[in-house]
């Protein structure tokens, strides 16, 4: 049986908002930083990030400037949340992107 790799040049730009590795996943989340704010919750719920938080300090210690804000979050079952991490790029580096 003959395996072949898949062309790498093929592979889309955009990650799948179901693959699931952690390499889909920062791409997902840079990508939407580069968009604006995202909190935890948005996170888990649009990119299908269950672990927000490690997936930024992986990005961090990529270099990128990623900030966090703490408040308070109601879910989309109206419970609120307290102590949510919200996340955003720098101005310097939302800008450059």
């Not at 590795?21 to 840079?30: M, P």
């Not at 966090?68 to 101005?91: E, F, M, N, P």
Request: net charge positive.
């Amino acid at each position: 049986m003959d395996k072949k790799k898949a062309d790498q040049q093929a592979s889309p730009k955009h990650s799948a908002v179901d693959s699931t590795s952690g390499a889909a996943q920062r791409q997902r989340l840079l990508e939407r930083l580069q968009e604006g704010p995202a909190n935890t919750v948005e996170l888990r719920r649009d990119l299908n990030i269950m672990m927000p938080a490690a997936r930024v300090k992986e990005l961090r210690e990529a270099g990128h400037d990623i900030r966090t804000h703490y408040g308070r979050v109601h879910d989309d079952q109206g419970r609120l949340h307290i102590g949510v991490a919200t996340y955003y790029l720098s101005t310097g580096e939302a800008s450059a992107a």
